[in-house]
């Protein structure tokens, strides 16, 4: 093997054993991250951890860019789970039970997601791209259900909105109307309000029957949204 091949795999391997580390870090202090304390688990100088991640924020933007990646994936499965591709509320309603799986196996993760902004952390553009995997499985339920015509343009929009999400649609969704982007947003928000009651507490004391109330509210959503039952 070329020596330059194998500086990459080490390279790769130490790349990935200090992310494991931090991960390990968000579990237990939450987003606070330290190179230094990360160096320290790894037995390293501080100034040789470095070499792979220059700041605390490129390290943050590593391990976003992977959770946005493992949730689209799991997302992106559970919808593939379903054989049938007309069934669009059952490809909804796996879409959302992938990401409560996803959410409570991987909450530090989750949190470092959709919890409180990190202070003094500005996202960069790749974390965008990344994000988007995850809703690209709503709206191709969506734009399919269009196209086979299941679902209709609900035209119920107000006008601001509809120039905001006739920007959006263009730019990523053109075979879905803003209206019905619209009604698939809301389905998608509430979905990641539910899973984020669970996780960080609110459902606390209220309901136990928590995978059966997350199935009832996005059958519910899914109403709203207009999917066939």
Same mark, same amino acid.
């Given at each position: 093997?070329?020596?330059?091949?194998?500086?990459?795999?080490?390279?790769?391997?130490?790349?990935?054993?200090?992310?494991?580390?931090?991960?390990?870090? &968000?579990?237990?202090?939450? *987003?606070?991250?330290?190179?230094? *304390?990360? %160096?320290?688990?790894?037995?390293?100088?501080?100034?040789?951890?470095?070499?792979?991640?220059?700041?605390?924020?490129?390290? &943050?933007?590593?391990?976003?860019? #992977?959770?946005?990646?493992? +949730?689209?994936? *799991?997302?992106?499965?559970? #919808?593939?789970?379903?054989?049938?591709?007309?069934? &669009?509320?059952?490809?909804?309603?796996?879409?959302?039970?992938? !990401?409560?799986?996803?959410?409570? *196996?991987?909450?530090?993760? =989750? @949190? $470092? $997601?959709?919890?409180?902004?990190?202070?003094? =952390? @500005?996202? /960069?553009?790749?974390?965008? !791209?990344?994000?988007?995997?995850? /809703?690209? !499985?709503?709206?191709?339920?969506?734009?399919?259900?269009?196209?086979?015509?299941?679902?209709?343009?609900?035209?119920? +929009?107000?006008?601001?909105?509809?120039?905001?999400?006739?920007? !959006?649609?263009?730019?990523?969704?053109?075979?879905? /109307?803003?209206?019905? &982007?619209?009604?698939? %947003?809301?389905?998608?928000?509430?979905?990641?309000?539910?899973?984020?009651?669970?996780?960080?507490?609110?459902? #606390?004391?209220?309901?136990?029957?928590?995978?059966? =109330?997350?199935?009832?509210?996005?059958?519910?959503? %899914?109403?709203?949204?207009? +999917?066939?039952?």
């Amino acid at each position: 093997m070329p020596a330059a091949s194998i500086r990459a795999r080490a390279r790769a391997e130490m790349i990935n054993e200090i992310k494991a580390i931090a991960r390990r870090h &968000l579990a237990a202090e939450g *987003a606070n991250l330290s190179l230094r *304390a990360v %160096a320290r688990d790894m037995g390293m100088v501080s100034s040789a951890i470095y070499r792979y991640f220059p700041s605390r924020d490129e390290l &943050l933007t590593a391990l976003i860019v #992977d959770g946005y990646h493992a +949730l689209g994936d *799991a997302v992106a499965a559970g #919808d593939a789970e379903v054989t049938d591709r007309t069934d &669009l509320r059952g490809r909804w309603l796996a879409a959302c039970h992938a !990401v409560r799986r996803w959410a409570l *196996a991987h909450p530090a993760e =989750y @949190a $470092l $997601l959709f919890g409180s902004p990190v202070p003094g =952390y @500005a996202a /960069p553009q790749e974390t965008t !791209v990344a994000a988007v995997r995850t /809703p690209t !499985v709503l709206i191709g339920i969506l734009a399919d259900g269009f196209a086979a015509g299941a679902l209709s343009d609900p035209g119920d +929009l107000p006008g601001p909105v509809q120039a905001d999400l006739a920007a !959006v649609r263009g730019g990523f969704f053109p075979g879905v /109307p803003e209206a019905l &982007l619209s009604r698939g %947003a809301t389905g998608w928000m509430s979905c990641f309000g539910a899973v984020s009651f669970e996780l960080f507490g609110q459902l #606390d004391g209220l309901i136990q029957a928590r995978e059966e =109330y997350f199935d009832h509210q996005m059958r519910r959503m %899914a109403d709203l949204i207009g +999917l066939p039952g």
